[in-house]
Nanobody, 120 residues
Framework: QLQLVESGGGLVQPGGSLRLSCAASGYTLGYYAIGWFRQAPGKEREGVSCISKTGSSTNYSDSVKGRFTISSDNDKYTVYLQMNSLKPEDTAVYYC?????????????WGKGTLVTVSS
């Protein structure tokens, strides 16, 4: 069964950068769409970015577009989220998820999350 483990979170100052990793095991990563989601305290979970099964397309929420980049390394069974120009509003627990498509309801496998804190 597919398992996902996030890493790379931590404390960063506004304007700084972090790279999150989502390591997969159990199945070939290329068989799944992989999405990044986040949940801030007191807020609903929201989609951040997603990469399709084939890697032919990616998408981003308006709030992170131009600042975040999703990428994959299928040989390492890992998907990355490069986060630049971080803002305090980006503070959240970030989750990666895998499924048949980038639709939220198609995400069947979830990691436990990694905390990103953006603060001075």
């Amino acid at each position: 069964q597919l398992q996902l483990v996030e890493s790379g979170g931590g404390l960063v100052q506004p304007g700084g950068s972090l790279r999150l990793s989502c390591a997969a095991s159990g199945y070939t990563l290329g068989y799944y769409a992989i999405g990044w989601f986040r949940q801030a305290p007191g807020k609903e979970r929201e989609g951040v970015s997603c990469i399709s099964k084939t890697g032919s397309s990616t998408n981003y929420s308006d709030s992170v577009k131009g600042r975040f980049t999703i990428s994959s390394d299928n040989d390492k069974y890992t998907v990355y989220l490069q986060m630049n120009s971080l803002k305090p509003e980006d503070t959240a627990v970030y989750y990666c998820a895998a499924g048949s498509s980038c639709d939220y309801h198609d995400m069947d496998y979830w990691g436990k999350g990694t905390l990103v804190t953006v603060s001075s």
